[in-house]
């Protein structure tokens, strides 16, 4: 029997030796490389901390003693310790979470994995405690080194280091990276606590002397140890940042020396004030197809062959990330004007190439999304054109800025937001879902949205001449689907895809959902009902064209993959209200909820969003009102559209999301 099979929670623990500790250290690793290849998921970062939360897990008293981590993608080996051991179908539909998730465990704290977030939740949950009593409880907070780039963390810190009176540990994963290697001055910072001679002397003297040493010397040695590192931070590393903030500091410490963690943490513990635990650690360690990866050290894998690290399946298909790449890349050689700039995201916002290419023109700020934003404002009002590339949830984060120093400002800045829509396997926190609904609230904003390849090209490069305004460019997660070419171009900009001599439905299919409206009308007209199919390309503002084409049809449908609340379907019934134009408006998107971890199919289909569903809905609607289905003259059907408007004009005919 392993050591593994036989946690069935963190108490289990307690009867282990150090060794056997060890011994269960890797056997997770083992674990994590079996069973994260079959699935894909967070494989680099998990390998990492494995020693790290078996000592957390041995030490508190989780989940009396709340453990955060920030992010939660390393939280892989913190399930396995409490109880969660089956990873068959991780991120799949039924399995577990990539992230902590509430309804698993009680042992899951925060879900939300939006980074530098969980000092702040700490520092809530210690005030709390000790509040209400509590105080013999502690909070532990696992931050990677990464989430101290953002600004977030650094507010934390100082309204932390205002109330020492409170149990809060604050465990410091430091492996050098995020995605990639972590940026800034912090990060220099602590590459040189972490390269410096004199901390690798000591720490291989270290952990040699401290298990030589019995319990009363090892308390004494503690000390010492704990004196000469803060002597060597700050006389060998002429920094004592940490002392700065009025915060003990303990380390630099091995995160892979199971002995020195535990003794670091009890030290911790014991402390009664805030602590910051400095834990030295190295991602994807003991695998080494993962280490010997310069790009990311496996942060993040689809399937691979465990014993090579091969991706395995799915080869060949073009990502729009790519064709965004590439696009940049093309439009950089023409204007020296375009500077790149991203959030700790280089490689997968595709900037990479363009970074390569023009190395001075790029500008990692690290997970700061607000700082992003606002210095895009800046460089526009000096004769720049920032192309800031972010994920679309994290757009949620710098709206004030885009709203206040960009769109104010009339700074022309283009955003690219890369896995809009739903995502998939990493749920509720990572689905683009919100953005078309949030940015369209900023004045003057024009949002794209391409349906395919060839209609990203084009967008961006026309988002790219507005000089006076925000861009948005927004796309999908995955591969870009076959081109889908229009039948004319209005003059506003408007692609019509398909038209019919009948003017029954008006579908305005929504970027990549176009190709969804083409598979609906297709349907429609195997019923009898004619359907006319239009690709804005420009989401935002809503073409006059649109309102012309409405006024010509019996009812309007939007399809979008963001939202319902407030997104463009929202705009389209609006706009036409505006002109007087009074056809019915069905809006389908996804429901203003937390969205949990599925395939993006399955998601869609919950929704509604599919071919069937909606064909279905408006076929449902073709009974019994007083306005009848347009028909030519050889048709000699009779269908009729279910038309039920109130008097202020707002549709009746149904939600979309039944």
Known sequence: ??????????????????????????????????????????????????????????????????????????????????????????????????????????????????????????????????????????????????????????????????????????????????????????????????????????????????????????????????????????????????????????????????AAMLETLELAKSYGAPVIVHAITEKGRGYAPALSDEADQFHAVGRIDPLTGVAVGGAGATAWTDVFSEELVAAGEQRDDIIAMTAAMLRPTGLLPFAQRFPDRVYDVGIAEQHAVASAAGLAYGGLHPVVALYATFMNRAFDQVLMDVALHKAGVTFVLDRAGVTGPDGPSHHGVWDLAMLQLVPHIRIAVPRDAERLREEFREALTVDDAPTVVRFPKGAVGADLPAIERLADGVDVLARSEAQDVLLVGIGPMAHLAMEVAERLRAQGIGATVVDPRWAIPVQPSIVELAAAHRLVITLEDGIRVGGIGTRVRQVLREAGVDTAVDELGLPDEFIDHASRDQILADAGLTASKIANDVVAQVLGTRIPVARPATDTGALWVTQMTSPEGASQTGDGQS
């Open 1 to 258: 029997m392993s050591l593994l099979s036989s946690v069935s929670g963190p108490r289990d623990l307690d009867r282990m030796t150090v060794e056997e500790l060890e011994t269960l250290a890797g056997e997770i690793r083992e674990f994590l490389v079996e069973n994260v290849s079959q699935t894909g998921g967070h494989l680099g970062p998990n390998l990492g901390v494995v020693e790290l939360t078996i000592a957390i897990h041995r030490v508190f008293r989780s989940p009396d003693d709340p453990i955060i981590f920030d992010t939660g993608h390393q939280s892989y080996v913190h399930k396995l310790l409490t109880g969660r051991q089956d990873f068959s179908q991780l991120r799949s539909r039924g399995g577990l979470a990539g992230y902590p998730q509430r309804s698993e465990s009680p042992h899951d704290v925060v879900e939300s994995s939006h980074a530098s977030s969980s000092l702040s939740w700490a520092d809530g949950i210690s005030r709390a405690l000790t509040r209400t009593g509590r105080t013999d409880r502690h909070v532990v907070a696992v931050v990677g080194d990464g989430a101290l780039t953002g600004g977030m963390t650094w507010e934390a810190l100082n309204n932390i280091s205002d109330d020492n009176d409170r149990n809060l540990v604050i465990v410091v994963n430091d492996n050098g990276r995020s995605y990639a290697p972590t940026i800034g001055g912090m990060a220099r910072y602590l590459n040189r606590v972490r390269t410096a001679d004199s901390y690798r002397t000591l720490h291989k003297g270290s952990a040699t002397l401290s298990r030589s040493l019995g319990p009363a010397a090892r308390a004494f040695y503690r000390g010492i140890r704990g004196g000469t590192h803060g002597f060597l931070s700050r006389f060998v590393n002429n920094v004592a940042l940490y002392s700065n903030l009025d915060i003990k500091y303990l380390g630099p410490v091995d995160g892979h020396d199971m």
